[in-house]
Structures are given as C-alpha cells and as structure tokens.
C-alpha cells in the first residue's frame, strides 16, 4: 500500500483517463480468474465522442490516489432514460448511479462512493443505484458469487472485498443478476427433447438462422422483438437508433449466423436467441492491447473460432406469448440447435446463460429445466441520498 494522503479528483487529461483505464491492469495481475478487457473498448465506453450513450446521459469519472499514484476509480452518471423510467423498474426521478468501481482497500472505496454520491446530489439526485458500468446494456452488477472461475464475454469480475465495502457505505441490495452454467456436450433431457421434437412436426413453426449479409435488417427486427419483450423487465432502457448502430459495429465480428436463431410462427417473428463465443477465451493472452500485432492474432481466431464456452447474452420472446407453451417450445428449439451448432461447428462443449433478473421465472425456469445451474451472481445496490 502507497503511503501519503488519500485524494480524489476527476478525470480531467488523457493521462488520467489511462490511468483509470490501466488501473485495473494493476490491481488484478495476480487474479487468475480476471480477464483482461481490450483497453480500446474501454477507453471507447468511457469516451463522449465515440460512445452514444453520452447522447441521453452525463458522467463523472474519478480518481483516487495516494503519493500521486492512481489507487482507486469510480464513474458516477445521470441517464435521462432511467429518470423517466418506472420506480418499479429501477429508475424514475432522483435517481443516479455509480460504477466502474476498482479499489485499492477499503478506504479507497470508501472515498471513491462518497465522490460519485456528493456528484450525484449536485444533479439534484436522491438515490444512488450502482455499480452500473455505464449503462444496463455494458457491466451492470458487482460479483458476489462464482469469483473462482473466469467471467464470459461481457461480463464482470470483482475483488471477493467489494461486497462488504460496498454495504459498508450503507448500501442494500435491490437486484439480483444470475448466470447459469451448463454442459451442451450431452443432449437435454427427455422432456426437452419431447418439446423440441414436436414442435419439428408443427408447420406453423419455423426456426431459422440470422443471415449476417443482411446484417443492418436482421439486427432491426431482433431490436424490435427485444425492446417489446424486456420492456416490462427491470432496468430495461431502451438503446436508442445511434447505440444500436454502435452495437452493431462491435458485434458484428463475433455473430455468426449458426448461433443466432429467429423463431417464426405462420411467418412471423416472434422469438430470438442470440449466441456469441467466448471472447474472452480468444483475447485472454493478448494483455488487453490489439497493436501491434495482436489485431491481426484475433482477427485470424474470429475468422473460425474454436472456444469451449457459448455466452448467450440475448433472449427475448414477444409479450403477447410470454407465459405460453408455444414460447417455451420456441425457446426450447433455438436452444437446442443453438446448441448442436455451437458443438458440431465450434468445438464447444459449454454454454453459459445470463444474465437473468432473479425475478424472471420464465427464463429460470427453462434454465433450470435444461439442467444449467446458477454459477454467478452479480449484486446491483441502491441508497437514499
């Protein structure tokens, strides 16, 4: 631990914002289990004129350090989308956030949320909701379980001490996240094959893969079924058309149309799953830089990716099946060719769920009925200000 007084300031230069973005580099070089990010993705997520999402909402982003060296770090922002949404579904007037939380020791933490909230109450703010990093959409939640193995693509990892600074600072839970585990090795239960076989023999409905060359059309109308489907969910904030063109422009290395799957009834979409490989697994060894070379390393991997984990970040059903048979059986069929795929034509043999909200039966349900378990459990907190 450095010695000398503890201080807090914003990000102000680039050399700070590389500071923010190295800090974590620092602070988990001896984590196994952490996986280094692409530094330019951070600093792109952290940037007003690369990233869309400062086009609805403001950020702060801080920086501790003692004897002038960075220590610890913290965004905190305000989101015009989660100020109009429903108290019920996390949002609604007054309330702010923090996130991108990295932290020395307890201390640092400490000083860190007592920055972000003192920023918050300057906007007028009343409740504190966090860690959301940035946006629902990015890294939403603070590890709290299953930080013995390492986080799929787009999902985070934190120091086992953060809870307990966290709550220290006053701060309840209010939201549970879960990933689920599973082995798509071995084929699902009978039941579940059942499902999958009569809905095989059911005309109206078809199941098919996204076509990538028709990427622009394709990424629309899954936005479509999934802005119906989670509109009700919990911190549902809809992406606006600039970040869906953002979205896409990342994404679109990593889709391919074997793991993405569009479920049709008498012609219509009704249904999506979507399916990425583990980043993670192909960008481990890369120290968090694509340059010199290592943009050309990743490129040569994406181009027939071979990984033993399946993510599936995305999945929606339209509403007006929600809690039906029919959508079970839908999901049931995308995940079963999603699954025989992700074997046959990648070499993987697991596949990991999530998040899902700990409110969200529906999806648990199915979770569970395919015999995944839940193997991280990611926290969101709030406080009155």
Same mark, same amino acid.
Request: aromatic share 12%; hydrophobic share 40%; proline share 9%.
């Given at each position: 631990m450095m010695s000398g007084p503890l201080t807090v300031r914003p990000v102000r230069t680039a050399?700070?914002?590389?500071?923010?973005?190295?800090?974590?580099?620092?602070l988990?070089?001896? =984590?196994?289990?952490?996986?280094?990010?692409?530094?330019?993705?951070?600093? &792109?997520?952290?940037?007003?004129?690369?990233?869309?999402?400062?086009? !609805?909402?403001?950020?702060?982003?801080?920086?501790?350090?003692?004897?002038?060296?960075a220590v610890g770090r913290i965004s905190a922002q305000v989101d015009q989308l989660v100020l109009a949404m429903p108290a019920e579904q996390g949002g609604g007037p007054g309330t702010g956030q923090w996130g991108m939380i990295e932290a020395e020791d307890g201390e640092v933490a400490a000083a860190l949320i007592e920055a972000a909230e003192a920023w918050l109450r300057s906007? &007028?703010?009343?409740? *504190?909701? #966090?860690?959301? *990093?940035? *946006?629902?959409?990015?890294?939403? #939640?603070?590890?709290?379980? #299953?930080?013995? !193995?390492?986080?799929?693509?787009?999902? &985070? !990892?934190?120091?086992?001490?953060?809870?307990?600074?966290?709550?220290?600072?006053?701060?309840?839970?209010?939201?549970?996240?879960?990933?689920? =585990?599973? =082995?798509?090795?071995?084929?699902?239960?009978?039941?579940?094959?059942r499902i999958v076989a009569s809905g095989e023999r059911n005309a109206r409905i078809r199941i098919r893969e996204v076509d990538k060359s028709r990427f622009n059309e394709e990424a629309a109308l899954i936005l479509g079924i999934l802005n119906n489907a989670w509109s009700d969910n919990w911190g549902f904030v809809p992406l606006t058309d600039a970040e869906i063109v953002y979205a896409g422009k990342k994404l679109k290395p990593i889709v391919f149309n074997d793991l993405i799957r569009v479920a049709e009834v008498e012609g219509e979409p009704v249904a999506f799953m979507m399916t990425l490989p583990d980043l993670n697994e192909l960008t481990a060894d890369l120290g968090g830089s694509l340059f010199p070379f290592n943009f050309i390393k990743l490129l040569w991997r994406l181009r027939h990716p071979r990984v033993?984990?399946?993510?599936?970040p995305l999945m929606g059903v339209v509403k007006r099946l929600q809690a039906t048979r029919l959508a079970s059986q839908l999901a049931f069929m995308m995940i079963e060719y999603i699954r025989r795929a992700s074997v046959a034509n990648y070499g993987a043999s697991r596949g990991e769920i999530g998040w899902i909200l700990d409110d969200n039966q529906g999806m648990r349900s199915i979770a569970e009925t395919i015999d995944s378990k839940v193997n991280k459990t990611y926290r969101i907190y709030q406080k009155t200000l």
């Open positions: 050399k700070d914002r590389k500071a923010f973005v190295d800090l974590a580099f620092r988990y070089a001896k =984590d196994p289990n952490w996986v280094p990010p692409l530094k330019d993705e951070v600093h &792109g997520l952290i940037n007003p004129k690369k990233n869309p999402w400062f086009g !609805h909402a403001a950020a702060e982003f801080f920086l501790a350090e003692r004897g002038g060296k906007r &007028g703010m009343t409740r *504190s909701v #966090g860690p959301i *990093s940035i *946006s629902i959409w990015d890294e939403p #939640g603070l590890l709290v379980q #299953g930080h013995d !193995h390492p986080p799929t693509v787009m999902m &985070g !990892h934190h120091n086992p001490a953060y809870q307990s600074w966290v709550e220290a600072a006053g701060y309840a839970g209010i939201k549970d996240l879960y990933t689920y =585990d599973l =082995d798509i090795s071995k084929e699902f239960p009978p039941l579940v094959q033993r984990t399946m993510r599936v």
